[in-house]
DNA sequence: GTCTATACCCCGATAGAC
DNA sequence: GTCTATCGGGGTATAGAC
């Protein structure tokens, strides 16, 4: 698509310029989160981080490089957060433990949920789908919940389902996520999972 | 937003105007379907339907109006199917029927599958998130699979893992929809979901 | 009632001056 | 390194021909 930009890496360039990439990404995933992608224009961007619209692309190369940066910095906290959850648990209890931090942590930064979800929905470079699920899948099939054969989907559906609970949680501040997060860790670990 | 459509109603105004809001709505489902939503500019649109790109503004008032109403359209055709086949179900094997309905459907049109995904992350009037959950949430109760605290997550739960489901046999054809359904069904009639 | 022509403003991106 | 100027293209509004 874009030409390679400059400092594609984070840990590339000299300090200013890593200060203004970080200095971009936090203004990004901000407007992101409270705008959309399309309320988050170069212009609007530019403006809150003090630069002119030019500016910003030259540290970051184009728009969906920057917005592509600031999913990856977002996801990462995520992901290291749900890691870390599930490494501390008991492989039997691994399941449930990604299940309540992946709609704990979502639930704690709505921010982070609304840039996530406005990044995948516009054309962020889909990471094969089987990044999603395959992690999940290999829990699952440690816990002994599902078998190979069926773990694809098991954590497809749950994968959709925290989905689905979050973004509820989103729309209606009313809607009790924490308890929906038991609930779906009770399926997970109920006999409804696997063929007997 | 903008303002009021002259024909908004399908089964409003002239003749041309009906046929010609039909092969917009055609014309755009398939464009969305098949470039996403910022593939399927007004021109593009006008260029396909021999139409100059105002004259298509004067029968569909904005482009947002035109990319919801290709959306009610297609969701209509979802909607009636799966109702029906719901309605020649029991009580009991609904919740099924529900699941079989909605992934097959969507595996067999991949078209209006992508139209709804394209127009959902592009800013259509969220029905309340609610019209989605809770149809199922009452057939649900209705099978006696889940009490009436614990439908509406089920409903969302069963829901984004659909959703789930229809994506990855979008992403891969190898996938096999039609099992992962039987096994969502299987799901949902055992013990797994209703706490006793 | 249907459509063409035209003009407007904002977007992302590039070129070149400082 | 950062700016101004500019470009093509997007969605939209209006005037007026037929």
């Known amino acids: 698509m874009a030409k390679e930009v400059p400092g ?34 170069l212009s609007r961007i530019a403006e809150r981080a003090e630069l002119s619209k030019a500016a910003v692309l030259y540290h970051v190369g184009s728009k969906d490089a920057l917005i592509q940066a600031a999913y990856a910095h977002t996801l990462t906290a995520l992901t290291s957060d749900v890691a870390r959850a599930v490494q501390a648990a008991a492989p039997a209890e691994a399941p449930a433990a990604y299940i ?46 599902a078998g190979a054969g069926e773990s694809r989907t098991v954590a497809l559906v749950i994968g959709g389902g925290i989905d689905a609970i979050v973004r509820e949680g989103l729309e209606d501040p ?23």
């Open 8 to 41: 594609a890496a984070s840990s590339a360039g000299t300090f200013t310029e890593r200060a203004r990439r970080a200095q971009l990404i936090a203004v990004t995933t901000e407007l992101v989160a409270d705008e959309g992608y399309q309320g988050a224009s």
């Open 100 to 145: 309540r931090a992946m709609i704990g942590h979502l639930g704690e930064h709505p921010r982070h949920t609304r840039m996530l979800i406005e990044a995948l929905s516009h054309g962020v470079e889909e990471h094969a789908s089987a990044e999603r699920w395959q992690p999940l899948a290999e829990i699952l099939e440690a816990a002994g919940v």
């Open 174 to 196: 009313d809607y009790d996520t924490a308890a929906a997060a038991e609930q779906l860790a009770a399926l997970t670990a109920g006999s409804g999972w696997v063929r007997r």
